[in-house]
């Protein structure tokens, strides 16, 4: 089984700053792209940011500037930190990982999602 958990939400104020961390466990050969995505109350999720294995990155437009994907191979981790946060940025923030696992000798990849951490920017 594939876990990915979630760490470092919470409440703050429109200018601060939080770093989310998702770290993947259990029984994976290896992690391809990796990376956050939102959702806000009454809006459909949208991708925040992804990382490649190889440290390629992609953000949305309403973040560049301000939010910095990073991950760690060694620690099947990935990190998002978020600098001058808006009340906009308020949602559920969700790690997603596309990797591969094999059961017995078969490799098998897929999308695997976290269970999601509130970031709440109050104004």
């Known amino acids: 089984q594939v876990q990915l958990v979630e760490s470092g939400g919470g409440l703050v104020q429109a200018g601060g700053s939080l770093r989310l961390s998702c770290a993947a466990s259990?029984?994976?050969?290896?992690?391809?792209?990796m990376g956050w995505y939102r959702q806000a109350p009454g809006k459909q999720r949208e991708l925040v940011a992804t990382i490649t294995r190889g440290g390629s990155t992609n953000y949305a437009d309403s973040v560049k500037g301000r939010f910095t994907i990073s991950r760690d191979n060694a620690k099947n981790t990935v990190y998002l930190q978020m600098n001058s946060l808006k009340p906009e940025d308020t949602a559920v923030y969700y790690c997603?990982?596309?990797?591969?696992?094999?059961?017995?000798?078969?490799?098998?990849?897929?999308?695997?999602w976290g269970q999601g951490t509130q970031v709440s920017v109050s104004s």
């Open positions: 259990g029984s994976i050969f290896s992690i391809n792209a």
């Open positions: 997603n990982a596309d990797l591969t696992i094999l059961v017995v000798i078969t490799p098998y990849r897929s999308d695997y």
